[in-house]
Nanobody, 128 residues
Framework: QVQLVESGGGSVQTGGSLRLSCAAS??????????VGWFRQASGKEREGVAA???????YYADSVKGRFTIFQDNDKNTLHLQMNSVNADDTATYYC????????????????????WGRGTQVTVSS
């Protein structure tokens, strides 16, 4: 069983930046071996894919965050991150770290039900 723990959420003003982090256990689990990514769910809306990275480091983004968000891994620390820049009110949501134990990362972003493991989420609130 893989456990994912997110951190880094909080309140940020429109146009600001925030970096989310995700750590995994047990230590034998390596982010770099799977499709891993970030999803978000705003109040009253369905969960949606934000960004994913595959085992050969290809990255995939939702159109709404392209050019503003960057997903990356720290292989030394075995952590996953989401750098969020130029945030706006539409980015307000609970953000979840996620793992899919198979390829097909791009398709996975539009099919969150294909996720094998979820973190508990971290809240991001963007205010003007």
């Amino acid at each position: 069983q893989v456990q994912l723990v997110e951190s880094g959420g909080g309140s940020v003003q429109t146009g600001g930046s925030l970096r989310l982090s995700c750590a995994a256990s047990p230590h034998t689990f390596r982010f770099g071996d799977y499709c891993v990514g970030w999803f978000r769910q705003a109040s009253g809306k369905e969960r949606e894919g934000v960004a994913a990275i595959d085992p050969v480091s290809n990255t995939y983004y939702a159109d709404s965050v392209k050019g503003r968000f960057t997903i990356f891994q720290d292989n030394d620390k075995n952590t996953l991150h989401l750098q969020m820049n130029s945030v706006n009110a539409d980015d307000t949501a609970t953000y979840y770290c996620a793992v899919r134990l198979a390829w097909g990362c791009l398709r996975w972003l539009s099919q969150p039900a294909d996720t094998n493991y979820w973190g508990r989420g971290t809240q991001v609130t963007v205010s003007s």
